[in-house]
């Protein structure tokens, strides 16, 4: 008989892999034992065969290669569930029992299940069944489980988190001293990939050694752990770890994200383009993007355009709506310096000591929050129907929205404090691009890109007509 051996190991927390070895030696020496011709020997090292898992068994997939080529008469694992657990899987390899040589599968106790007779493949069907039920029955225990120590608010295992120590319940003071840095850069309004690369060139690193990546900084800052929270299946536990900052303080990070269109956790680089997320077609109300080319002489051009679809493909603007990038850009920034040339502007940006309705804010935030998850208790106990949970949520959720632009604004107007303290006009050509950015959001909502000819007029020696640039202005 021509046999193929297959090991596999669910689990490897080691990473050497001892278990498939002992399966390898066991299976070589039943086959020494039964005079058979060893053809292979294939392992899977910590992957499921259940149901659940979604990482694929490569060599499982070099076994069944073997079966169709016909090199195999048997199939020889320790015990059945190294093999199977899907029931799918094993109907596939009756089929092939149908059309090439392989006629059993076999453990090394001695049980064979033979794919040609009935009664073979009712009892390998049995043995799947049996090995179906006990993945189920593992995987509700480890469900009950994780549930439960997410009730008791303790740590769920698994890898270090940044800013406490290997046991996920002490914290570690230099970590979370950096997380505190993040933190009050974030609120200032400093972008998350600039102090990831600050970070960086510090040589400050990640939990296991590596650099810092703008996603998974923002990932950590908007983190539940560190305010001390559980969080299990989208519920929210008191956790028993203690927090390296507050609710309020994570909240104000968001508020600053939300307000600069900034996605937590999407990866950025750094800017080339001064008006994006400013900047908006007159023609479809759509943002326009930076979307250089390559001119006939050899020079690249920058400039902005509608986009004509998003990152996932579908439709979003026009398309058809360009304009070049630095006549616009110096144009906004003229209008911008403009205004600040003006005492009005200091005086209606001003808002120092607004730290107390700041706090007062979120306090409401959280309550609307806290107020939203009541609403799905409330309804799942029968104490409100759909359409008083539709009533509800939708109030709720506007008050929710209102705190959140207040808070906004208000954030707005403390970043004011960080102007440079000589005179704006002086000081901009030797600012940098993000500064400038944060500059013409306190006084800029977008810049309206109308249609038309640029090159009808000029502004400054620049092909631009300045009647169709219009900007929204905040202030």
Same mark, same amino acid.
């Given at each position: 008989m021509?046999?193929?051996? /297959?090991?596999?190991?669910?689990?490897?927390r080691s990473g050497l892999s001892e278990n498939t070895t002992i399966q390898r030696e066991e299976c070589k @020496? /039943?086959?020494?034992? @039964?005079?058979?011709? %060893?053809?292979?020997?294939?392992?899977?090292?910590?992957?499921?065969?259940?149901? /659940?898992?979604?990482?694929a068994r490569p060599g499982y997939e070099k076994l069944v290669e073997d079966i169709r080529n016909n090199r195999v008469d048997v199939v020889l694992v320790t015990e059945m569930p190294r093999l199977y657990r899907r029931m799918e899987e094993?109907?596939?390899?009756?089929r092939l029992a149908e059309s090439t040589s392989l006629q059993r599968i076999e453990t090394t106790d001695g049980v064979g299940y033979h794919l040609g007779t009935g009664e073979g493949i009712h009892a390998a069907v049995a043995a799947i069944n049996n090995a179906m039920l006990e993945s189920r029955k593992i995987s509700d225990r480890v469900k009950r489980k994780q549930r439960a120590r997410a009730q008791q608010g303790l740590h769920n295992g698994g890898s270090r988190r940044y800013g406490y120590e290997w046991d996920g319940m002490t914290i570690c003071e230099p970590e979370a001293a950096v997380i505190r840095e993040c933190i009050e850069r974030s609120i200032n309004g400093e972008m998350a990939w600039?102090?990831?690369r600050d970070l960086n060139e510090r040589g400050v690193p990640t939990t296991y050694g590596k650099?810092?990546?703008?996603?998974?900084? @923002?990932?950590?800052l908007l983190s539940p752990r560190i305010i001390g929270v559980r969080r299990h299946l989208g519920v929210d536990y008191p956790a028993q770890w203690p927090a390296i900052t507050t609710p309020e303080v994570q909240e104000r990070i968001r508020i600053v994200w939300r307000s600069r269109q900034q996605t937590p956790g999407r990866p950025r680089g750094a800017r080339t383009y001064l008006l994006t997320g400013f900047a908006y077609c007159g023609r479809c109300d759509q943002p326009m993007r930076g979307n250089g080319r390559t001119l006939a002489s050899g020079a690249y051009q920058r400039r902005y355009r509608c986009s004509p679809i998003?990152?996932?493909?579908?439709?979003?603007?026009?398309?058809?709506? !360009?304009?070049?990038a630095e006549p616009l850009e110096q144009f906004v920034s003229e209008a911008v310096l403009y205004r !600040? *040339?003006?005492?009005?502007?200091? %005086?209606a940006l001003a808002g120092p000591g607004q730290e107390g309705e700041i706090a007062k804010i979120v306090t409401e935030i959280e309550f609307c929050r806290q107020k939203l998850n009541d609403y799905v208790d409330d309804y799942a106990s029968g104490l409100l *129907?759909?359409? @008083? %949970?539709?009533?509800a949520k939708a109030r709720t959720e506007s008050e929710l929205d209102e705190h959140q632009d207040r808070l906004s604004s208000l954030q707005r107007l403390q970043n004011a404090s960080r102007l440079p303290n000589e005179p704006l006009r002086d000081a901009w050509n030797e600012m940098e691009l993000e500064s400038k950015r944060e500059v013409i959001q306190l006084v800029v909502e977008r810049v309206i890109v109308h249609p038309g000819l640029p090159g009808v007029k000029t502004w400054e020696s620049f092909r631009l007509n300045p009647e169709q640039i219009e900007i929204v202005w905040r202030v």
């Open positions: 021509d046999v193929d051996i /297959y090991a596999r190991l669910s689990r490897d @020496q /039943y086959v020494c034992e @039964q005079g058979w011709n %060893l053809i292979g020997i294939h392992e899977d090292n910590d992957i499921s065969a259940s149901k /659940y898992s979604t990482k094993l109907l596939d390899l009756i600039r102090i990831a650099k810092w990546v703008t996603a998974n900084l @923002q990932r950590m998003d990152i996932h493909g579908e439709s979003l603007g026009c398309g058809h709506m !360009f304009r070049a !600040f *040339d003006s005492p009005e502007i200091a %005086l *129907d759909r359409t @008083q %949970l539709a009533r």
